[in-house]
């Protein structure tokens, strides 16, 4: 089975400045899909970022980012000139394209931003 | 707008009692949704894959006659907490699909108190 895996339960940053979020995940397919996932308090379970396994290209959004390094199975997020907006819980996420195709979610990082 | 109507956002239950928590596809028909589990500063759990027009798919360790789902229309899937228990005090999360391995939109949750 897939497992995700985030290791910083907590993270903090200075607004305007840039900050990196860690995910590592553990699959034996060569293709599926990854996320990153942002949780504000509201809780509503925004998507901010997917990337295909199968693209060498690493995903952009406007501020946020990916590092994914398919061999190393690791899909790191970098949230740039962070705003106080982005304050929230995040939430690394794999996605099989085969299978039941469910969406395994790592244990979430909670990101802070200081004014 | 909202594309996943979940409902309620909230409720309390006694000990004992059932409760029904609806998600509804807005926009498009949704042949699959999927139900999460979520405690307290935790990640979300998949509890089942909800199937139109079939039979539930539970995750492990998931007791399939406590939590009924019913995914009767394309547009509608239904959980019910069976006599509920405070252990089943919880934060439950509905998302759909649109299309195959399309990105999930996840309901705005049920808050779940049971007293």
């Known amino acids: 089975a897939q497992t995700v895996t985030q290791s910083q339960p907590e993270m903090s940053v200075q607004e305007a400045e840039t900050v990196t979020l860690s995910c590592t995940y553990d699959t034996s397919e060569s293709d599926y899909y990854l996320f990153w996932y942002k949780q504000p308090p509201s809780r509503q379970m925004i998507l901010v970022i997917r990337q295909e396994a199968y693209k060498q290209q690493n995903a952009t959004e406007n501020r946020f980012s990916v590092n994914f390094q398919k061999a190393a199975k690791s899909f790191s997020l970098k949230i740039s000139d962070s705003q106080l907006g982005d304050a929230a819980m995040y939430f690394c996420?794999?996605?099989?394209?085969?299978?039941?195709?469910?969406?395994?979610f790592g244990q979430g990082t909670r990101l802070t931003i200081n004014p | 707008g909202a594309v996943v109507s979940q409902h309620p956002s909230w409720v309390i239950c006694k000990s004992g009692t059932s409760v029904k928590i609806e998600c509804r596809s807005l926009d498009f028909q949704a042949t699959t949704m999927f139900w999460y589990r979520q405690f307290p500063k935790q990640s979300l759990m998949l509890m089942a894959t909800s199937n139109e027009g079939s039979k539930a798919t539970y995750e492990q360790g998931v007791e399939k006659d406590k939590f009924l789902i019913n995914h009767a229309s394309l547009t509608l899937s239904t959980l019910t907490v069976t006599s509920a228990h405070p252990e089943d005090s919880s934060f439950y999360i509905c998302s759909v699909e649109a299309a195959p391995l399309a990105p999930l939109h996840f309901g705005n949750g049920t808050r779940l108190t049971v007293t």
């Open positions: 996420a794999y996605r099989s394209v085969q299978g039941a195709q469910k969406l395994v």
